[in-house]
Each structure stands twice: as structure tokens, then as C-alpha cells.
């Protein structure tokens, strides 16, 4: 393979390598010799079926000595099919470009929300796949995965598994609204502390909005309001309604992406940390704090931006949880399409009209209105935005010092009638409204063919989540 775009999109092209003794052993590689090259990984594994073609050769008889002594006979080389990806070259290479900027672990993801085609997905570090073309030695392997070089290797945006931070409010306030627990105008007054027993909950910065209802809470990220969800709503032994409306959403499963490694994330349950309880693989068991956590996206859920992006596209096409895919179609060296890849949705959930309305009108005005959360980036953007930042806390390193927050953003345009989602993650990033929003505004002027902004980190006099 010739790897011309080096290093942008690396993990979903993948490698081609020689085919190991162990894979010899498989089914799907039955026919094949060593020596031959099959797809090692990302797309180049998926659909090496289609991609490897048939390997030719000449067999001859020989003498003792090696001299040929006649043909046994011959087998014609056949050219591989052509796989037509989803990916649009000029976003993906934007989207590279926007996260890389900031010298910071991160992944990004562009999809569209009603077919699950991913338009761009980026994961940074990155790595040029060309080292994979020679034989790779064992220290620039380890170079490849080493966590102190930030793992080049890993593909963030399937496999980096996080808490999400304040994105995950779109899930709180969909299961909060489809129970019945609180309505779209219901007042909650925000004082800035909630008191469970010992434990006191505040908002970022310590703010205080005061009576708000849910379109204001996310406008603003109140913290105190959705912990007031995570504390009302109803959980059982097993699960709660937070828990399944996220698993509804796709979160704490596989999305289905057309990739070899993904990784499933966790929805916590009180189940889950009551099994590990009893088990003495934890302190405690579940108690009302877990939910709480649960409601503004912290404490054990983990997440990889794919799943967000399924999630808020969920939302905007009015319940359908699709199936990610980057290859759109099985072609000939000629052109002919022999297939036409269009997967199954996973599920649909039910999304009340008048809920979508109320959240993502509070999205809107979260990104497009004076003091919402993302109005630095986005308050004069040209196509209406919905969106939702993030700051997810990351414990502490060995030496007991914070690991740095990690910086989120989830957005849907246009906000009237969404056709892209865009989900950025940067580890390291702080306050999501200074690193990812910023991100994901490039990739929205690259797709609406807008003038592309210098990607700064954007300072605000009150960091916000």
C-alpha cells in the first residue's frame, strides 16, 4: 500500500501486513500462504474479503539440483475490489488539523444523523501507517503504544473510554422528562449547593442561577439541576431511569462501527457496583450519590465520543439509534458498485416531540445566547448551533496531584433541523467551552463551506462547563 494522506485518518485506513502463522489457522484466511499480505487493522481489516483480491502464481516442477524441469501450472493474479468510504477528505483533514492544534490527546467525530455515515474521524496523536509497510521494530512499536508518548496507536474515538462530563444532560433530561419527574417549565431554584448527608455538590466556579427550568439549566449547565434529577429520579436493585436512557441511547455498548476494535464503555447500575461490592472489589455499594454523579456525567460511566455522537444523533432524528459505518460501498477497479453498505439501525426509542424541542432549544441557546456556555465560540456563528459542553474530572495521578479535566463538546446543526453531529473530546483540555467547542466549530465551517477560523483556545472571565 502507498499511504499518501501519511498520517491523517490513520486509524481508520489501517495497515496491510503479512499474514501471521496464527491467522493461517483462521477460516477467513483459508487459501493463503506466508508471505501473503492481508488488512491488519481499521478499515483495511473490516473488508480485507473484498480488498485482497487473489494472489497469483507459477508453479514448476524441479530437479535435485532446483532447475526447473516443467510448468505444474498457473494461477492468474485477480485485482482486489474498491471500498468507497463515507469520509469526506476535506473535513477529516480539517478535523486532523483543529485537534491537533492543541498538542493534546483528543478524538473527534463528524456524522451524519440520519444515515450514521461518518463524515470525519480523528484521533490525535496520530501515527503514518508507512512504518507498517517494512518490518517494524520492536522499539518503534512500543513508541506506537507507550502511554508516555500519548499512545499514537490507539484510536480515541472508538476506544478511549471517559467520563463525559456535562454532554451526558441530554440523557438526564430526556429520561427526566419521559418519566414524568419534572416538566420543561418546572421551576428548580439553583442555590449552588446540594447537601446529601455529609457530602456537598455545587455547581462549577461555585455559580448560582437561582429559578431556572430545563431549557435555562442547559443554557447555563447548571449542575445543582440535574443533580436534583440524579437525586429524585427513580432507581431499583437493577437500573434506574438515568441508566436506561443512556443503554436506550447506545451508551455501555459496541456501536457496530465497521472497525475491528471498539470498546463497550459502562453505564453504572446498582447492580453493577453492588455486584463488585459484594465481591470486595469496591468500598462501598451503590447509594444515591452514584446517581447524582450519574446525572452530570461523572463518577464511573465511561464513554467514547462515537457513542456520544450515536446519542445526540438519537435526539435529532427523533429516536433513531443508527449504526456508524465509514464504508459506503463495494466497488470494482471499474467503478461498478457491487454492494451498497447501508446498516440496520440498532433501535429506536421513543423521543416525545415536545421533549426534543425543549432540549434542544436549550442547547441552542446554550451555544447562540449571551451567557450560554458555548456563546464565546459560537454566539456569531452564521448557521445555528445546538450544543453542549463538557469538563469531566480524571482523578488523580500516582503522585496524588489532579489529573487535568478533560474538555468535551457535543453540537447539532443546524439547531432547527439537524443533519451533522460533531463530538469532540481533549484530554487534558479543561473547561470544554476553551478547547473542544473550538474544535468542533472548524469542523461546522468546513461542512457548511464557511471561512475557517484560527483555532485558539478560548478564554473566558468565568470558565463555564
Not at 501471521?20 to 489457522?25: F, P, Y
Not at 539440483?65 to 498457473?74: I, K
Not at 450544543?387 to 453540537?411: C, H, I, M
Amino acid at each position: 500500500r502507498d499511504y499518501r494522506q501519511g498520517d491523517i485518518a490513520a486509524h481508520l485506513f489501517g495497515n496491510v501486513g503479512e499474514v501471521t502463522a496464527e491467522q493461517l489457522d483462521l477460516p477467513r484466511y483459508g487459501g493463503l500462504e506466508q508471505g501473503d499480505s492481508v488488512g491488519q487493522s481499521g478499515i483495511e481489516y473490516e473488508y480485507d474479503r473484498f480488498l485482497r483480491g487473489q494472489p497469483g502464481a507459477d508453479r514448476f516442477q524441479v530437479d535435485a539440483l532446483g532447475r526447473p524441469t516443467g510448468q505444474l501450472g498457473s494461477e492468474r493474479a485477480a485485482a482486489g475490489d474498491n471500498i468507497r468510504l463515507t469520509i469526506d477528505s476535506d473535513l477529516q483533514a480539517t478535523a486532523d488539523g483543529a485537534l491537533g492544534s492543541f498538542g493534546l490527546p483528543g478524538a473527534a467525530v463528524a456524522m451524519d444523523v440520519e444515515t450514521g455515515e461518518v463524515l470525519a474521524m480523528s484521533s490525535a496523536p496520530s501515527f503514518d501507517p508507512e512504518i507498517f509497510t517494512r518490518p517494524i521494530t520492536e522499539g518503534q512499536y512500543k513508541s506506537l503504544v507507550s502511554r508516555q508518548n500519548d499512545a499514537p496507536l490507539a484510536n480515541r474515538a472508538t476506544q478511549g473510554l471517559y467520563p463525559t462530563g456535562s454532554i451526558f444532560k441530554l440523557v438526564t433530561a430526556l429520561g427526566a422528562l419521559k418519566s414524568g419527574d419534572i416538566t420543561p417549565d418546572e421551576i428548580v431554584v439553583d442555590d449552588g449547593v446540594l447537601k446529601l448527608d455529609t457530602v456537598v455538590f455545587k455547581n462549577a466556579q461555585d455559580a448560582v442561577f437561582g429559578p431556572i427550568n430545563m431549557s435555562d439549566a442547559l443554557k447555563v449547565s447548571s449542575d445543582i439541576y440535574f443533580y436534583e434529577l440524579g437525586k429524585d429520579l427513580p432507581y431499583a436493585k437493577g437500573g434506574g431511569v438515568i441508566q436506561d436512557t443512556a443503554m436506550d441511547l447506545g451508551l455501555g455498548e459496541q456501536t457496530g462501527i465497521d472497525l475491528p476494535a471498539e470498546g463497550d464503555g459502562l453505564v453504572p447500575t446498582p447492580a453493577w457496583r453492588n455486584r463488585l461490592y459484594n465481591d470486595d472489589l469496591t468500598d462501598r455499594p451503590w447509594t444515591v450519590g452514584d446517581n447524582v454523579n450519574l446525572a452530570v456525567g461523572q463518577g464511573d460511566l465511561q464513554a467514547d465520543p462515537l457513542q456520544m455522537a450515536v446519542a445526540y444523533g438519537a435526539l435529532a432524528n427523533g429516536g433513531r439509534v443508527v449504526t456508524p459505518h465509514l464504508a459506503q460501498s463495494v466497488e470494482t477497479v471499474t467503478g461498478e458498485v457491487l454492494e451498497e453498505i447501508r446498516p440496520a439501525d440498532k433501535r429506536t426509542v421513543e423521543v416525545p416531540e415536545d421533549a426534543r424541542a425543549t432540549i434542544l432549544g436549550g442547547l441552542e441557546r446554550a451555544a447562540m445566547e449571551e451567557k450560554g456556555t458555548s456563546y464565546p465560540v459560537f454566539g456569531n456563528f452564521p448557521i445555528p448551533v445546538a450544543g453542549k459542553t463538557g469538563t469531566a474530572e480524571r482523578g488523580f495521578y500516582n503522585s496524588g496531584l489532579p489529573v487535568p479535566d478533560q474538555a468535551w463538546y457535543a453540537a447539532l446543526a443546524p439547531a432547527d433541523d439537524p443533519e451533522i453531529v460533531v463530538v469532540v473530546t481533549i484530554e487534558r483540555g479543561g473547561f470544554g467551552a476553551s478547547s473542544a467547542a473550538p474544535v468542533a466549530a472548524r469542523i461546522l465551517e468546513k461542512y457548511f463551506n464557511l471561512p475557517i477560523t484560527p483555532t485558539i483556545a478560548v478564554q473566558q472571565e468565568t470558565p463555564v462547563e
